[in-house]
């Protein structure tokens, strides 16, 4: 059989010169690469949750936020000293970047009468000086008050908030965010110091962004540095030398400075999805270079030549190295159905980097197999007297084995149907992060971070002014109000009962909605002449008054939860008022469709996936009988994984619904090299049995190896702070393990019962 090896010794310093070029041209893309971390990644332009997000950005004042909850030890918001705090936050956090309005406690415009006039004014000034009288009469204004309370002011008056609305530029950059993060942070520290008894929270939209961004830098910075010495340490002692474990370095260190310069050059930015790349590509570089140097280990012992072992090592994994590198990229490539654009970039990056592994394993390291004091491994009789003891029990125990895994794989099944997707951003982050911290803090104590908007439109300009329009409003805010998902519900209605109120010399039987359309809009035209810059009502209305914005302010829930909740809004309003139209979004509601769209799009994908690995499998092993056995292995353990993730967890979040097709190319690699050991014992004269023994002798050390630097580099990621990434490394690392305990079961038991024939011409002729 022809291999590459006669023109790589042949001409080693082309191969050598050739390869170092085209590491130099794609590294240089490296000084390209820069990272984003804002929540919109997440979502293709053409998403509708984020087109109408956009839509209600556009038609109202940008919603983009960072929220400060500040919870004095004592929890008494309503103390002088606490009151100066808030009110001089306030002042300062205008200065924040790009920001374009600031809420608190302090600058609330509380209204009063005096006669036939309307005064508006800071509920809160100079606080510091503020008597006991004063402050009671503050208090009993701000616990009053829907506008506030479960808002900005906790109900028992223990925590309050001080949000920073921003108006960021298009397309926002990770510099804008932690610009903000830093002066916000920085404020803090300095408030903090001066008041040591009081503890700062941050959350908000600017707070989930930079947490996604600092979370993915740490993981870069903790884990990659773990991956990399466990693989080397692993590499070492399994291979039984170190210059085996040096030379599969040299090709992990290549291959994804590469992949990154071509990431660098294409424009793709790094992200919470991307960072991992480097980590995923260590493990699958390692697995072509572990057959590699395995084999010619096994042929230096059998008292090969270093030649000869190379010659040996080559012929026999060359084609099962390309083939694996070309199905782990299919299963990759999946990633491109995805509906999240930073999960279809990690598909097309680790899919390069396979590629640029296999080509390094089969020019590079061959090179270095010559040059290197490579010798044949010691101490592993051990190991191969191990997988003949195994091959032994397969052969003997097929039937029991066989049975079992049938059975096993019915009730996975069975299981995989415990199964729901949901997703919950919260929850996207360890307990232990700062992010998770403040919001399961602020929920607790003050208000939730998941909101949605909900846009009314009447007919007209000038429409939210009509008597029919308001009742509708204050009809849907009140159900909004009254559903258990719903925290606080900010709406106009309410503004409007109080300015009715106000004008009717604050008697509190006119805390409702005026009668008359005159009324309405006499009272906001007032009330808004009456408002400080940057306090406006341009967050509630449009521009032609023709449609206002309500917000409710929900407790943190999963994606169903939110997606049942938007319906059920939806629904009540075209039952109640169809004459108005309602829209929702939010960037909750953004997160809570992609996770069922994403699950919906790759599972469609993966018998695509499945027939075109199946096909390529049949012509490399050049057997219809083989490639539609390969079938049992390749869908087997995900089946069994997600079925037991069914059992224990149950949650499929918006990364693991792509695990199914990424783990379809990496279990793969296992199946072809059992196979293609198993064929050329066939093609030999040996029967089934025989051939399995082969196999497993053959190939069993690499595949042992193998699986166990996949699952150590997979299972490096459960130590991630980023849920989606722990996660998708404990079910990835899970199926990987599982693949192995198949392929060296299952798939031996399945060719002892269904592959019996000892002609070979079906093998040769297929």
Known sequence: MNTPLPFILRRPWLVLLASLLLIFMCSAGLSKLYFRGDYRIFFAPDNPQLQAFEQMQAEFNKSDNILIGIAPKDGQVFQPALLQLIEDYTDAAWQTPYSIRVDSLSNYQHTVAELDDLQVDDLVRNG????????????????????????????????????????LPEPTGQQQVDEIWHFVRALSDEFAAKHPDVTFYHTGIIAMNYAFASEAEADVKRLVPIMLLAIILMLAWLLRSAWAAFATLIIIIVTVTSTLGIAGWLGIFMSTATVNVPTILMTLAVADSVHLLACMQLALREGKSKPEAIRFSLQRNWLPVLITSVTTAIGFLTLNFSEVPILRDLGNLTAVGVMLACLFSLTLLPLMMWVLPLKAAKNVERSAAKMDWLANQVVQKQKPILYGFVILTLISTALLTLNEVNDEPNEYFAKSTAFRQANDFMEQNLSGFTSVDFALSGAGEGAIAQPEFLAALAGFSAWLAEQPEVMHVNTLSDIIKRLNRNMHQDDPAFYRLPDTAEEAAQYLLLYEMSLPFGLDLNNQLNIDKSATRLTATLYNLGSKEIIAFEQRALEYVASNFPTYQVTAASAALMFAHIGERNMASMLSTLPVALLLISLLLVFSLRSLRLGVLSLIPNLVPAIIGFGLWGLFIGEINLALSVVAGMSLGIIVDDTVHFLAKYRYARLEGRDNEQAVRYAFHSVGRALWITTMVLVSGFAVLIFSSFRLNSDMGLLTSGIILIALIVDLLFLPACLLKLDKSKDEKHVQNA
């Open 128 to 167: 510091a000086a503020l008597t006991t009288a004063e402050i009671a009469a503050i208090k009993q204004v701000a616990l009053a008050e829907p506008v506030l309370v479960n808002r900005l002011i906790a109900t028992n008056g223990a925590v309050t908030a001080i949000n920073i609305t921003l108006q």
